[in-house]
């Protein structure tokens, strides 16, 4: 009797907690949370661009002095290439840049002696080129950059009177360095965009063609130099390849 009542007791738990078990909620199995991917900077690039271009151009001769200063300005439009390698948020790379211009000046000649000829400085701005480092942070595809190096500047120089040449122009390449700042926005995995300012300066760049008689030009010009400081704003695009 004893054992009747035990086993009879044994069923009604195993019945109770089978119904208790069957009562439970289903177990709710939530979806992994979705992992976007970082933009990678990592990779080369080629691309174009355009802007102005905003100069300071002072021209002096080892004896007589100071000659003037131009201020021309105008549009540029070139081309650039380069490399970047990203770290974590930090973003180094190298960059060549060639710009094409056309841009022409003429100041008068601060030399009391030349006014009565009508003497003037002329300076026509061709082209400008730079291979800078770059060094930077990025915030996913959003890039800020300083950037310095070497730079050269081609351009035609040469004297005037009365709007007519007083002497052959010279074309002359001056050498320097620029800094400068600007960020980058990747709207595709391919293609980005790019606003930039850069500073350019050319130490004084003395040519023993660039001369003037006193005949001519009221003067003699013994050796003439000219120093550039140069502005540049400029946007552009870039076609981005790899990570590779």
Request: aromatic share 12%; proline share 5%.
């Amino acid at each position: 009797m004893k054992k009747l009542l035990l086993a009879a007791a044994g069923v009604v738990a195993l019945l109770g907690g089978s119904a208790s078990a069957a009562d439970w909620p289903a177990p709710v199995y939530a979806p992994p949370p979705l992992i976007v991917p970082v933009y990678n900077w990592t990779g080369c690039y080629v691309g174009g661009n355009g802007g102005g271009i905003w100069t300071h151009h002072g021209w002096s001769d080892s004896i007589l002095g100071d000659f003037g200063s131009n201020t021309p300005s105008g549009p540029l439009g070139g081309a650039q290439a380069g490399c970047n390698y990203q770290a974590g948020g930090f973003v180094a790379g190298i960059q060549a840049d060639y710009e094409w211009m056309s841009i022409n000046s003429s100041v008068v000649n601060g030399i009391p002696a030349a006014v009565a000829f009508g003497l003037t400085d002329q300076v026509q701005l061709k082209s400008l080129a730079s291979v800078t480092g770059r060094a930077g942070h990025a915030w996913d595809r959003f890039l800020v950059y300083v950037k310095a190096g070497g730079a050269w500047m081609k351009g035609n120089f040469g004297f005037q009177t009365f709007g007519a040449p007083a002497a052959p122009t010279v074309s002359l390449t001056q050498t320097g360095y620029t800094v400068g700042v600007g960020g980058e926005y990747a709207f595709l995995n391919w293609l980005t965009a790019f606003i930039e300012y850069d500073y350019y300066n050319f130490s004084n760049s003395n040519s023993s063609t660039l001369v003037c008689t006193t005949a001519v030009c009221g003067i003699a010009t013994t050796s003439v130099g000219v120093t550039s400081n140069i502005n540049v704003v400029k946007a552009g695009l870039n076609l981005k390849f790899g990570p590779f």
